[in-house]
């Protein structure tokens, strides 16, 4: 059976305007259901939140780049691994509606570039949603069931308790120590009002998009990302002549560099990276600052924990309505027709569970995350 996936702000426009409010609703109501299932449940929220980067699984003691998350990044698997994990969540979404056809919509990211309109539909912002008298609004935030962390040894810096709500820019969500818990409380006490924040989170991923975005560098943490921008990045990606240096940045590093020179171009990934940074914000000392305001540092900034921000799924969808433009574009939306360069760089694992490290990566590799964590 073919789906088509509406952008987010259709299906708020079909509500707006009263010509389709249920599929909005519908949404609302699956969304709600999986948040509020045990975190135990192969289908809660926390489960299938939990696969992208925390809670992490295992160790490799001799593998100083091994990640326990089973997220695909900077590899050829970036693309696929993502399309797999967004099918997941929207078979647990009709798992909890029964008799309701349910997509996932995708946050048309570059809809409003060139106009004054918001880029981040209300809903995603909205604190509250009165639907069956409930006002909880399931894509503003998600509080965790259980806590997470990376690893009982190492820093606790993207580690969460439980009861934690997830925060975007300008807040921060950093809590795993206590001076960290100190520092947050101070950062967010200049950012209460939902209004504020949501005009700040708009005014900042726009920023990103038209490519104005202004951070300065500090003395201690000079790196400031690349902010080039983010609307010109994805349109540049279609350009990109192959699936592997289309899908990512590390293959896509390599592409340009035998460009000699002239070469220039963008993988999905990077213009992907930009609104994770754009909606979370991210600063860490000595590595780098992507924070107009400084210090925030939400859940979508991190890939230890940005599966947990509900917005996630909504942006990853857009994410693969780009892949799949790419993959018209090119001739390659036959099974079959993607094909990976190996003697690229990005095509084999630094080490993550189901993909250990130097293994070369194939594009059907999705799998062996779905097998290890029983999708
Ligand atoms: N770590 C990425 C941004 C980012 C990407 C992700 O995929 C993620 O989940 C969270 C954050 C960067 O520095 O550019």
Redesign the pocket.
């Known amino acids: 059976m073919v789906r088509t996936r509406l952008s987010l702000q259709e299906v708020v426009n079909k509500y707006d305007t009263g010509e389709d409010p249920t599929i909005l609703e519908n949404l609302i109501r699956a969304f709600r259901k999986i948040q509020a299932l045990p975190s135990s449940k192969p289908d809660s929220f926390f489960t299938i939140a939990g696969y ?2 925390e809670p992490f699984v295992s160790q490799d003691p001799d593998n100083p780049d091994w990640w326990g998350g089973y ?1 695909q ?1 900077e590899t050829v698997l ?1 693309p696929m691994w993502h399309r797999a994990y967004l099918l997941r969540i929207e078979e647990a979404l009709r798992n909890v509606m029964a008799g309701v056809d349910l997509f996932l919509p995708y946050w048309d990211e570059c809809l409003a570039v060139g106009s004054d309109d918001n880029p981040v539909p209300w809903i995603l912002t909205a604190p509250t949603f009165d639907l069956d008298g409930d006002t909880s609004n399931p894509l503003h935030s998600y509080t965790l069931q259980a806590s997470i962390a990376n690893s009982p040894t190492e820093q606790a810096r993207y580690a969460k308790h439980e009861g934690y709500v997830t925060v975007r820019y300008p807040r921060s969500g950093l809590v795993g120590t206590p001076g960290d818990i100190e520092k947050t409380a101070i950062h967010n006490a200049a950012f209460e009002d939902p209004d504020t924040n949501a005009a700040y989170l708009n005014a900042n991923v726009k920023a990103w998009l038209d490519g104005t975005v202004q951070i300065l560098p500090d003395k201690d943490t000079p790196n400031v ?1 690349d902010t080039y921008s983010v609307d010109a990045r994805y349109k540049i990606s279609l350009d990109a002549p192959n699936y592997t240096v289309f899908s990512n ?1 590390a293959s896509m590093a390599q592409w340009v560099k035998e460009q000699s020179g002239s070469g220039h171009g963008y993988a999905l ?2 213009g ?3 609104i ?2 754009a909606v ?1 914000g ?1 600063y860490e000392k000595n590595k ?1 600052n ?1 924070d107009p305001i400084r210090g925030a540092n939400g859940d ?8 947990f921000d509900p917005i ?1 799924y909504f942006h990853h969808a857009f994410v693969d309505y780009v892949f799949w433009t790419w993959q018209k574009k090119h001739d390659a939306t036959a099974k079959g027709s993607i094909a990976i360069d190996p003697t690229y760089d990005g095509t084999t694992s630094q080490g993550n569970p189901g993909v250990s490290q130097g293994h070369q990566t194939r594009h059907e590799q999705p799998a062996y995350a779905i097998q290890e964590a029983q999708w």
Do not use: I, Q, S
């Not at 979508?300 to 599966?307: F, H, I, L």
């Open positions: 992208h980067g997220c990044h970036f990302p940045k990934e990077d992907h990276n930009a994770h940074l979370g991210f780098y992507a979508m900034g991190d890939n230890e924990t940005a599966g996630f």
